[in-house]
Nanobody, 125 residues
Framework: QVQLVESGGGLAQAGGSLRLSCAASGRTANTYNMGWFRQAPEKEREFVAA????????YYADSVKGRFTISKDNDKNTVYLQMNSLKPEDTAIYYC??????????????????WGQGTQVTVSS
């Protein structure tokens, strides 16, 4: 069973940066892809970014494109989310998850099988 541990959330000012990390244990490289979602108060969880583990192909929500970058470290089994030019509307709990490679649409949160505990990101104006 895959386990995910997130870190790196916190408080930032608008225009600032934060980097989130998601370390996966028990992971099989050819079995899962990974993604980041977020959930703001009283809103549904929404897709942020995802990456295919083998090819490195990345996907982004329109709201973060050009500001956020998802990347991975194969040796550490870790995925990162570099968040630049942060806005107050980026405030949310951020979750990383794994999705089996049989599912092609990495933006569909219903296909993710394991989630991390979440990390709070707060952006002040």
């Amino acid at each position: 069973q895959v386990q995910l541990v997130e870190s790196g959330g916190g408080l930032a000012q608008a225009g600032g940066s934060l980097r989130l990390s998601c370390a996966a244990s028990g992971r099989t490289a050819n079995t899962y892809n990974m993604g980041w979602f977020r959930q703001a108060p009283e809103k549904e969880r929404e897709f942020v970014a995802a990456i295919r583990w083998n090819s490195g192909t990345t996907y982004y929500a329109d709201s973060v494109k050009g500001r956020f970058t998802i990347s991975k470290d194969n040796d550490k089994n870790t995925v990162y989310l570099q968040m630049n030019s942060l806005k107050p509307e980026d405030t949310a709990i951020y979750y990383c998850g794994v999705i089996p490679t049989i599912w092609s649409a990495l933006t569909d949160g219903r296909r993710y099988s394991v989630w991390g505990q979440g990390t709070q990101v707060t952006v002040s104006s």
